[in-house]
Each structure stands twice: as C-alpha cells, then as structure tokens.
C-alpha cells in the first residue's frame, strides 16, 4: 500500500522512495517492466480524439465540457491558412495527456493529430542512431514521423528524466552529476530539433513547441533549469514556448509544488474539474502520485487517462493556445 507523499522529505533514502513511487505511473518503468513493452498507441493516428469512452468526449457519460472561450475567441479572430496538422511526442505525461490535447486541438481549431508517447523517456529516445539503447522504436523516432507526416507542429514534452532510467542516457542521473545532466540535456535538445528540421526539409520545417513542466516536488530547481534549456532551445532554433507547467502551480509561486490549487472560473461552472467545490479548489494529482496529473490509480502499463482530471485539461488547454497563437 502506498504512503501518501510528503514534500520537502526527499532527500536521502526518502528521494530514492520518491523515484521508486513515480515509476509506478510509468517514468521509470512499472513493475519492473520496460514501457516501451507497454501498449502504446504511439504510431497511431488518433483519428477520433474526442471519440466515445474518452474523459473529455460527449461519449463518457457526461456533458462534453465547452471549448475554452480564450481560445475560440483567438482562432474567430486570426484566420488561418488550414488547420494545422500536430504531432504529439513526448513521456509518461504525454502519455497520459494524449487523448484530451488531441480532443481540444480537434474541437478548437480543427487540427489533425498524431501522438507517438512512450512512458519512461527522455529526448534521447526520440533521435537516431540510438538503437537498441533507446525506448522508441525506429519507427516512432521523431525524425521518421516528421518525414511520415509532415507536421505543422511537432510538440514535445519531456518532464526531464532525472533517474537515468533510459539507456541512451549513457547512466547520467541529476542525483550523481548535476551539470553533466543539464549539459548533456541540453545537447540532446539541440540534437533533436536539429533532426526534426533536417527531416522536413526545406521551407516546410514544422514549428517546434517546447513544453514547459510544472513544479518537481522531488528536486525543485532542476525543473526550472530545464524549462531554460527548451527557452533557450527554443529561441535559438525558432520554436515556440507552451508553458503548460504555470496552469498547474500556484499562481505567486510558479515552481512551488501544490497537490490542489483553486478551482479556475471554467472548473467552477463545470462540477466534475472542481473536484473540492465546497472548498473551492480541484486536485491536481494523487495524493499518492505527486508527478502525474491523472486522478485515476496507476496500472502497470501506461495508458491514456481514462478519468476526467483537472491537471491534464489544464495542460491541454495551455498547449492548444500555444498552437491557436501561432496559426
């Protein structure tokens, strides 16, 4: 049975805890099982994002929520050549993410969608010549999917794996060599929208969106440095910036971790994201996960939420702004 997580304790044996807790939702692996095992539907075009049985689908057993009215208001007001075609890469957060990006970039600005996850992995997986140390097949790297098809925007979000856990990391953990960790992020990042470029081509290449993450309750400022690696990144190569992590940290303090925060207007006006109405405020994770934003348990193999969660719809929503601005 799991203990409920207490902030400001992971130090020591209590961060080796810490990872071992998260692996449960898939970062480091589940059960001792590799992800790229696990059945993911990257590869797969979501051709029905918002389909039936989905948390955010008229299906689900309630009332679809309304399309934000920020960004509809955006998309009404700025035409655009075509809907924009979007590739979505990315951890076990993308993972659990997929289904409600691709249900709102469909139903806000009629984008078509790809989403390729794996749980466990880090922008190393996602390049070439990886191999065997890599948790992605060939298939899926992002260079192979970018020539494949031909994307407007190729999203990528990657909370930093910190622990090693993937092969192509070559063993380099923020724990045992902090600036190695951080220079060698920051090499792959470079690396990967160099191949995301170069696959495309041209004048063609798809505008790349860098996500950035929210709070680590676990190592705090490694998460801020990484954030500036895809900033830097990002305005070195020119991409573009989501940052989805300030949706889910409180609002005075954008890298103070928080397990609920206070029910936006939206999540108010729709019972089911107000997870505390009496109170005021929604969770954001778990009480026993304090890295993933999906309210349901965690399985041994990684799986786009099947639940309603407020952390998620708020991370979808600051990605597809993201998009709706740049089209």
């Known amino acids: ?126 390049l070439d010549g ?57 090499a792959d990042a470079r690396a990967l929208a160099g191949q995301i470029n170069a696959a495309a081509g041209g004048a063609d290449r798809p505008r790349i969106v860098w996500v950035l993450q929210g709070p680590d309750p676990i190592t705090p400022d490694r998460v801020r440095r990484v954030n500036g690696i895809y900033e830097a990144q990002a305005r070195a190569s020119g991409g573009l910036v989501a940052d989805a992590g300030r949706a889910v940290a409180p609002a005075s303090a954008r890298y103070t971790w928080a397990e609920t925060l206070p029910c936006t207007a939206y999540e108010t006006k729709n019972p089911a994201y107000c997870t505390e109405g009496a109170r005021g405020r929604t969770a954001l994770h778990r009480s026993d996960d304090p890295l993933h934003f999906c309210l349901a348990p965690t399985t041994p193999k990684s799986r786009p939420c099947p639940v309603r969660s407020p952390g998620i719809r708020r991370i979808a929503a600051a990605i597809t702004r993201a998009v709706a601005d740049a089209s």
Request: include cysteine.
């Open 130 to 186: 990886t191999g065997k140390r890599s948790l992605v097949p060939d298939k899926d790297k992002a260079a192979a999917l970018v020539r494949a098809e031909r994307p407007d925007y190729v999203v990528l979000q990657f909370w930093g794996n910190a622990w090693g856990y993937t092969p192509c990391m070559d063993g380099i953990t923020y724990d045992k060599a902090r600036q190695k960790y951080f220079d060698r992020y920051a």
């Open 1 to 126: 049975m799991r203990k409920r997580w207490s902030v400001g304790t992971a130090s020591g044996a209590g961060a080796l805890a810490a990872v071992l807790l998260l692996g449960a939702c898939g970062d480091p692996g589940s059960g001792g099982e590799a992800p790229a095992a696990a059945p993911v539907p990257g590869g797969q075009v979501s051709k029905d994002p918002g389909g039936a049985g989905r948390p955010d689908s008229a299906g689900s057993g309630s009332r679809s929520p309304a399309p934000t009215s920020t960004t509809r208001q955006r998309v009404a007001e700025k035409p655009r050549m075509k809907e924009p075609k979007v590739l979505y890469l990315g951890d076990s957060l993308a993972m659990e993410n997929q289904d409600v990006l691709g249900a709102q970039l469909k139903r806000d600005l009629g984008a078509r969608y790809r989403s390729a996850p794996y749980s466990g992995t880090t922008l190393c997986d996602y």
